[in-house]
Structures are given as C-alpha cells and as structure tokens.
C-alpha cells in the first residue's frame, strides 16, 4: 500500500531495538484519513471471504480495526491486556509476551463478545515475533470461531512472526512489509 509506505519513509522512526515509531500517526496521534484508507484496502482484501466478525488488541490496534470494521459493515471486539476486577465470569485469556514493553500481560475475552462459528478477520498494528497474533488466535479458537485472516498493518518480514504463523496454518496479510531498518534507513520487500 504505497500511500502507507510513504507515511513510513516520511514519518516513521527506526528506533534501537527493533522498534518502528509511528507514533504520529498509527498509535498516539492518528492520522484519520490515512486509517480510512487503510480501512478500505482490508476490506477490498478480505471482502469475499464470508468474515462475521473483527478483532484486535488494545489500544494500538483499534484505529485500523475500526477502519475496517467500519467499512465492511461488521462488529468489532477489543481484546484487553488487563483484567479489571469486575471481569471475571466468561472469561478466556492467555499470557502473552508484549515485544514492546518486555513483559507478559494477559491476554483477555470475554467469550460472549464473540459466536461460536463466527470466520474472525483479526487485525493489529504490527507483526513482530507474532506473540500478540497467537495468543489472539487461542482465545477466537477457544470461543469456537475461525480465525479466518490475519491482516497487520506493518510487518517487520525479518523477525519471526509470519513464519511462525504460516506454520500454524494461518492466513496473513499486511499492507507494509519491512524487509530491514536502521537508523535513517527503512527499505520494505518489494
Ligand atoms: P509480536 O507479538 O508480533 O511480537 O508484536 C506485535 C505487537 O507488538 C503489536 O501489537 C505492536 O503493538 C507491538 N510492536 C511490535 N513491533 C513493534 C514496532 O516496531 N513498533 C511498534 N510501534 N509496535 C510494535
């Protein structure tokens, strides 16, 4: 998507670890018109493929998910990352290791929030080690739906996260594909 991948290259940040900044306009300023877009091409991606129901993480995730959900006219659920104490019944979760922040949160859903046979597009900001994408695909499978597609906005193509869910047997998509990044330099696989 090369309206994406020029908002990268003039606004994006290859930061020391591995870490992608995008934080004027993917995940702490939100560039509105951008996520439209965004919004637009998952639907054209995965419009055919019968999905009931979108599902991402918090809180960098909403913004592309609701683009999509928006356009494709479907219901959109919000995993969290922590468990209030008034969540407590009809709950599913899994521990998952946060790339970012360096530690494990759990993973949560309330099981209603999501049918049994639903076909589940899930969607997040970016693909890394796939943790995030894997712990999502247990608590959809342990509500009884199909984890349909898996459409990330960036993916860092060089970490493990694709291979890890091809193997599992997994769909994904994503709109930009870093191939490697350092410092003043990001080249995307063409
Ligand atoms: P994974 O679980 O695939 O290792 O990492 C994906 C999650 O970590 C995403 O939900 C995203 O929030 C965060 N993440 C991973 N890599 C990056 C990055 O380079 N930049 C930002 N902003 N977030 C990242």
């Given amino acids: 998507m090369d309206l994406l991948k020029n908002k990268i290259i003039s606004d994006g940040r290859a930061l020391p670890g591995d870490v992608l900044l995008v934080d004027s306009f993917l995940n ?6 951008l996520m439209r877009e965004i919004g637009r091409e998952f639907a054209r991606i995965y419009q055919d493929m019968g999905i009931t129901r979108i599902v991402t993480i918090e809180s960098s995730g909403i913004a592309p998910a609701f683009a999509a959900a928006e356009e494709m006219g479907l219901p959109l659920v919000v995993m969290k990352k922590s468990v209030s104490s008034l969540l407590t019944e009809g709950i599913l979760q899994t521990p998952v290791f946060s790339y970012t922040k360096g530690s494990t949160y759990h993973l949560t859903l309330k099981r209603r929030f999501i049918n049994e046979g639903d076909r589940v597009l899930f969607i997040d900001d970016f693909l890394a080690n796939g943790e995030a994408a894997l712990g ?3 608590l959809i499978e342990g509500a009884g739906a199909e984890l349909s597609g898996i459409g990330i906005v ?3 193509a060089y970490q493990s996260g694709r291979k890890k869910l091809l193997d599992a047997g997994y769909d994904v998509v994503a709109l930009a594909s870093v191939a490697a990044m350092d410092e003043g330099v990001i ?3 063409k």
Avoid: G, L
Avoid at 28 to 33: C, Y
């Fill in 28 to 33: 702490h300023q939100i560039d509105v018109p």
């Fill in 154 to 156: 960036i993916e860092k």
């Fill in 187 to 189: 080249e995307f696989v």
């Fill in 136 to 138: 999502a695909a247990k």
